[in-house]
C-alpha cells in the first residue's frame, strides 16, 4: 500500500474545503452531506475522517477559506485600479446573484452561519473582519472602530440586498432592487466627515 507524503495530504484536505465552500454556498450548509461533498472532492466518505473530525470541523475551515478568497479577490480588484463603482456593480450585479457558488460566502451562507456553532461564528467573524479591514485599508480608512463599523453596514446593505434579489420570484423586481441596492451603496461610500454630515 503506498503511504502519501505530507503535501499530498494537505492539497487533498485543501481540495475538501474548497469544493465544500462552493457546495454550501451552492446548497447550503444543511443540504450538503458528507457524501456529497466527498464525491464531488472526488475522494471516498472513508477519507473525510483522515481529515476533518466532523462536518462543523471542516465548515470552519470552508468558512474561513471562503472570506480569505474573498479577501485576496477584493484586493486583486483594488489593485487593478478600477473605480469603486465597478466593485459595487459586479457584486451587485445578477451574474453574482445567479451564481452562488462563485460569489460571496456572505450572501450565501449568512442566515446559517448565524445558526451554527460558536466555532464557526468565529471563523466568521475573524474572517469577515479581515475582509472589512482589508477594504479600509486600501481605501485609506484607516483600522479605526468607527471606519470598521461603518464598512460593515455598507457591506451588510451589499450582503442584504443580494439575499434579497436571490429570494424573489420576478425577475424585473430582483433586478430593481439590484440596481437600488447600487445606488444605496454609492451614495454611501463617502464617509460622513468629508460630505460635512
Not at 479577501?71 to 450585479?93: I, K, M, N, T, W
Not at 475582509?131 to 472602530?145: L, P
Not at 461603518?150 to 434579489?165: I, K, Y
Request: a negative charge; aromatic letters at 6%.
Amino acid at each position: 500500500m503506498a503511504r502519501y507524503g505530507k503535501e499530498h495530504k494537505q492539497e487533498t484536505r485543501q481540495r475538501i474545503v474548497e469544493t465544500a465552500g462552493r457546495r454550501f454556498k451552492e446548497d447550503g450548509i444543511d443540504g450538503s452531506g458528507i457524501a456529497g461533498l466527498m464525491s464531488d472532492a472526488g475522494l471516498t466518505n472513508g477519507a473525510f475522517y483522515a481529515h476533518f473530525s466532523s462536518k462543523e470541523d471542516l465548515l470552519v475551515h470552508a468558512v474561513a477559506d471562503q472570506l480569505r478568497a474573498q479577501a485576496e479577490d477584493f484586493a486583486e480588484q483594488a489593485a487593478a485600479g478600477g473605480p469603486a463603482d465597478g466593485f459595487v456593480r459586479g457584486y451587485l450585479s445578477a451574474r453574482h446573484r445567479d451564481n452562488p457558488g462563485d460569489g460571496c460566502p456572505s450572501a450565501a451562507l449568512l442566515d446559517e452561519i448565524a445558526r451554527s456553532t460558536d466555532a464557526t461564528k468565529q471563523a466568521y467573524t475573524e474572517g469577515v473582519l479581515g475582509v472589512i479591514d482589508g477594504i479600509n485599508t486600501r481605501r485609506g480608512q484607516g483600522d479605526s472602530e468607527a471606519a470598521r463599523v461603518r464598512t460593515l453596514s455598507v457591506f451588510a446593505l451589499m450582503v442584504g440586498t443580494l439575499q434579497l434579489s436571490r429570494a424573489l420570484a420576478d425577475p424585473q423586481l430582483a433586478d430593481a432592487v439590484l440596481e437600488q441596492g447600487i445606488r444605496n451603496v454609492l451614495a454611501l461610500r463617502t464617509p460622513p466627515e468629508e460630505t460635512g454630515g
